[in-house]
C-alpha cells in the first residue's frame, strides 16, 4: 500500500472479458511497483478499484495470490463506477486500492473438509478459496462447492468448472432459480441443493458469500444441520468508502466490515449489535 | 503533545495586547477564528482581530473544520489518453486557529484518537494537526443548550489547546498548555499573574443525565427508537455541525478538461442511501434504525473503535440542539434512556 492509504496505484487492464450478464472480469497489471503490496494478500481480502473520474468502489479479490501477479475483479454493472469499469478495455489504466479487510482463516482450515457456497456474483471473493485449496490440495480435506445464481446468464466462473469439477477430492454442485431452454441442471434455490447435497459437518467448515437474504438463509440451514457457529464462515458487504477504518459507513454496531470484515464466522455475527443478516 | 514541565505559567494580557498579537499572527501566517460570515459565526481566516467575532458563545461549525473540512480534495487526477497522473494533495500550510472552546477542543481530542492514534493515520486530519496551533478560549458561563460538565469536559478546560485564555475583568489570562503555544506566546513579555481558572464556578442551565450511566448494548432493540424518530426529518444537520461525527463520503468531480479531483466530504448516517448495498439492499432502512446509529455511535461505538474505553464521544456543545428543525434533543434522548430500568 502507498504510504497514504487513501491514494490507489495505478494498474494496468490486461484483460476485460464477459464473466456472466453485465458482469465483467478485470485482471489487472500494477504499475510502477504498486504491485508489492500485492504479493501476499490472503483470500477473502478486497480493495477499492477507481475508475478514474467517477470514483471508487470496494470489490473483493477474485484470485489467490498464488494465481498473481494480475489481480482479478468481478464487477457487475450496477452504478456510475461499475459502469465507467465496464466501458474500460485492455490497455487502460484504473487504479488500485489495498489489498484491506481480514480474510478467510485458510491457515486453520488445514485438514478440514471445506463447503463453499456462492450465490451469484458472491462467488467471486470466494474464488480465492478455492483457488488456493486446489493449489494446495494436500492440505485440505473434501471440497465440496455449491454454486447457484438465479438464472444460467448469471453463472460466475463457468469456464473454470471442469477444473473444479476433474480437481481430486473435488466436487461441484450447480442450481438456479429460473432455467433457460439449455439448462440440464439442478433448478431451485441454493438452500435446495444445501438440502439435498447434505454436506456432513464433521471436521468441516463452510464458507458463504452472496445477497444477504441468501447468506441469511444459508447459515441459518447450517446452523439447523449442526456446523457449529464458528465453523460456518461468511464475507460481508458493506457500502464503503474509505476502507480504512475512518469513514463509519460500514458499521455493524462497534465493528467495522473494512477492518474488523468482510470475513466473519457466524459465532461473531452473533455478537453484533446490529447486522444486516 | 508536549506540555511545559510544572505549573501553568499564567499570564495577563490586556485587550489591546491580545489584539496586536492576533494583528501579528494573522499578518504572518495564517489566522483562523470566528467571524462573523454574513451574519454567521464560522471558522474563517481574519486579516485581522478586528473581524473577529468577539462575544459570540461558540461558532455555527465547529473547529473541527480546521482538521476534516467539509470538503476537500485528496489527490487530482490527470487524463491525457490512455495516460493518468496522480497528484497527491495532502495540505501543508500551517494555521493558528483563535477563539477555541473547550467543548470543541475535547471534540478535537477524540478526533484524534481516530484519524491518528487507530492505525492507518488518516494523511491528511494528521499534515493539518501537525502544522496548526490551537487558542483556546474559556467560556465565561454555559450557554442555554450547553452541558459539557454532564459529559467529562468543562467550559475552562485547558487540556486539549496549546494555549488557552480566560476572560478576567483585566483582560485575559494567558496559558501556555503545550511547548507549541509557549513557543508562540515567548516573545510577548508578559508578566505572570495569580489566578486560579478552577476557581470559578459555573451555573449549568438544566441538568443532563450522563450517558456514561446508562447501560447502552441493552437499549439497542427498544422501541424507543422507532417513536423518537418520528420526527427526524434524517436531514443530517446534527452531523454536520457536531464537533465528533466524522462519516464522509469519497467522491471524484470533473475541474475542467481531463481533469478531476478525487473528493472527500462530510456525510451523515442520517441519510437514507447511506447504506445502500449494490445490489439495492436497504441496511438500515428506518430512521430509527439510523437516528439509533448516531447516538450509540456517540455513547458507544465510537470509543469502542478507538479504543478510548468509556468515554462520551458527545462534548455537550449543544450546536444539535440548536440547529435541529424539530426539536430532536440529544439531552432528551439521555433524559428518556435514563429513565429506562
Known amino acids: ?277 | 503533545m508536549s506540555r511545559p514541565q510544572g505549573s501553568p505559567s499564567r499570564k495577563l494580557i490586556s485587550q489591546a495586547g491580545l489584539n496586536s498579537w492576533l494583528d501579528d499572527l494573522a499578518a504572518t501566517g495564517s489566522l483562523i477564528a470566528p467571524r462573523l460570515a454574513a451574519g454567521v459565526p464560522l471558522y474563517q481566516r481574519v486579516a485581522a482581530s478586528n473581524e473577529i467575532a468577539w462575544g459570540i458563545s461558540r461558532s455555527v461549525l465547529s473547529v473541527k473544520q480546521a482538521f476534516f473540512p467539509p470538503n476537500e480534495r485528496l489527490m487530482t487526477i490527470r487524463k491525457n489518453g490512455q495516460a493518468i497522473q496522480l497528484e497527491e494533495t495532502v495540505p501543508e500550510e500551517a494555521q493558528i486557529v483563535f477563539g477555541v472552546r473547550p467543548c470543541e477542543a475535547r471534540g478535537v481530542r477524540l478526533l484524534d484518537a481516530l484519524f491518528l492514534d487507530t492505525p492507518p493515520a488518516d494523511p491528511y486530519y494528521a499534515s493539518r494537526r501537525e502544522n496548526t496551533v490551537l487558542i483556546g478560549l474559556a467560556c465565561r458561563e454555559m450557554g442555554p443548550t450547553c452541558f459539557c460538565i454532564s459529559v467529562g469536559g468543562a467550559p475552562n478546560e485547558a487540556g486539549d489547546v496549546d494555549v488557552m485564555l480566560y476572560e478576567v475583568n483585566d483582560g485575559y489570562v494567558l496559558e501556555d498548555v503545550t511547548d507549541k503555544g509557549r513557543s508562540l506566546t515567548v516573545d510577548l513579555g508578559l508578566d505572570v499573574y495569580d489566578y486560579d481558572p478552577h476557581g470559578y464556578r459555573y451555573e449549568s442551565h438544566y441538568e443532563v443525565v450522563s450517558p456514561l450511566t446508562i447501560k447502552w448494548p441493552g437499549l439497542f432493540e427498544h422501541e424507543y427508537w422507532q417513536k423518537m424518530s418520528e420526527r427526524c426529518l434524517s436531514c443530517r444537520a446534527c452531523a454536520y455541525v457536531c464537533p465528533t461525527c466524522r462519516c464522509f463520503a469519497i467522491r471524484d468531480e470533473s475541474i475542467g478538461t481531463g481533469e478531476f479531483e478525487r473528493l472527500r466530504c462530510w456525510d451523515s448516517c442520517a441519510g437514507e442511501n447511506y447504506r445502500l448495498l449494490a445490489g439495492g439492499h436497504k441496511a438500515r432502512p428506518e430512521k430509527g434504525d439510523r437516528l439509533r446509529n448516531r447516538m450509540f455511535c456517540k455513547f458507544h461505538f465510537y470509543a469502542e473503535q478507538t479504543r478510548l474505553g468509556n468515554i462520551s464521544a458527545c462534548t455537550g456543545c449543544g450546536r444539535c440542539i440548536d440547529v435541529c428543525p424539530v426539536g430532536v434533543d440529544i439531552t432528551e434522548v439521555l433524559a428518556d434512556l435514563g429513565r429506562q430500568p
Open chain 1, 1 to 277: 500500500m502507498s504510504a497514504n492509504p487513501l491514494m490507489p496505484c495505478l494498474g494496468k487492464l490486461v484483460e476485460v472479458r464477459d464473466l456472466a450478464a453485465e458482469i465483467k472480469l478485470f485482471r489487472i497489471e500494477m504499475q510502477n511497483g504498486g504491485g508489492e503490496a500485492f504479493q501476499s494478500f490472503q483470500p477473502g481480502q478486497f480493495a477499492f478499484v477507481s475508475a478514474f473520474g467517477l470514483g471508487e468502489a470496494p470489490f473483493g479479490i477474485a484470485n489467490s495470490a498464488g494465481r498473481g501477479p494480475l489481480l482479478d475483479f468481478a464487477v457487475a454493472r450496477l452504478g456510475s463506477v461499475t459502469t465507467g469499469l465496464h466501458e474500460q478495455g485492455a490497455g487502460d489504466l484504473v487504479g488500485v486500492r489495498g489489498p484491506l479487510g481480514n480474510s478467510f482463516p485458510m491457515e486453520t482450515f488445514k485438514g478440514r473438509n471445506l463447503i463453499v457456497i456462492g450465490g451469484g456474483i458472491g462467488g467471486a471473493p470466494l474464488r480465492p478459496v478455492i483457488q488456493h485449496v486446489l493449489d494446495h490440495r494436500s492440505d485440505y480435506g473434501k471440497l465440496t462447492i455449491l454454486w447457484a445464481a438465479r438464472h444460467p446468464s448469471l453463472l460466475v466462473f463457468t469456464d473454470e468448472y471442469d477444473e473444479w469439477r476433474t480437481s481430486s477430492n473435488t466436487s461441484l454442485h450447480l442450481t438456479v432459480d429460473k432455467p433457460d431452454e439449455a439448462w440440464q441442471g439442478e433448478v431451485g434455490l441454493i438452500t435446495q441443493l444445501l438440502e439435498k447435497v447434505a454436506p456432513a459437518r464433521e471436521n468441516a467448515v463452510a464458507v458463504t458469500c452472496g445477497p444477504p437474504i441468501m447468506i441469511q438463509r444459508v447459515t441459518r440451514m447450517l446452523d439447523g444441520m449442526g456446523f457449529a457457529a464458528q465453523d460456518s464462515y461468511v464475507t460481508l458487504e458493506a457500502r464503503m468508502h474509505c476502507g480504512i477504518g475512518k469513514c463509519g459507513r460500514c458499521n455493524l454496531g462497534e465493528k467495522l466490515v473494512c477492518v474488523d470484515g468482510p470475513v466473519f464466522n457466524m459465532a461473531e455475527v452473533g455478537e453484533l449489535m446490529e447486522t444486516y443478516l
